[in-house]
């Protein structure tokens, strides 16, 4: 029998493992393009009174993609949020 907080290593715990790791580094990857192509975007707005038309629709897909991603690596790590009372 497994003590509490210790998983027992299958084929479906290892796929998972394998994707967290990369899942967060392309968490990282993708919220750093998102705020550079904002504010990129900001800046070309105020200064040029044009941006780039793209920026928007990348980063709405991006936060989309930061939040599945975060959701998984959040809930392998164990640290989602619980009711108690």
């Given at each position: 029998m497994l003590a509490f907080?210790?998983?027992?290593?299958?084929?479906v715990t290892r796929v998972i493992d394998a994707f967290c790791t990369p899942g967060s580094r392309s968490d990282r990857a993708f919220l750093a393009v998102m705020v550079v192509m904002v504010f990129g975007n900001v800046v070309l707005r105020y200064a040029f009174n044009s941006g780039i038309?793209?920026?928007e629709?990348?980063?709405?897909?991006l936060f989309l993609w930061v939040t599945f991603l975060g959701?998984?690596?959040?809930?392998r790590s164990?640290?989602?949020s619980a009711a108690t009372s």
């Open positions: 907080g210790q998983r027992k290593e299958g084929g038309i793209v920026s629709e990348v980063s709405r897909w959701a998984i690596v959040a809930l164990t640290v989602t």
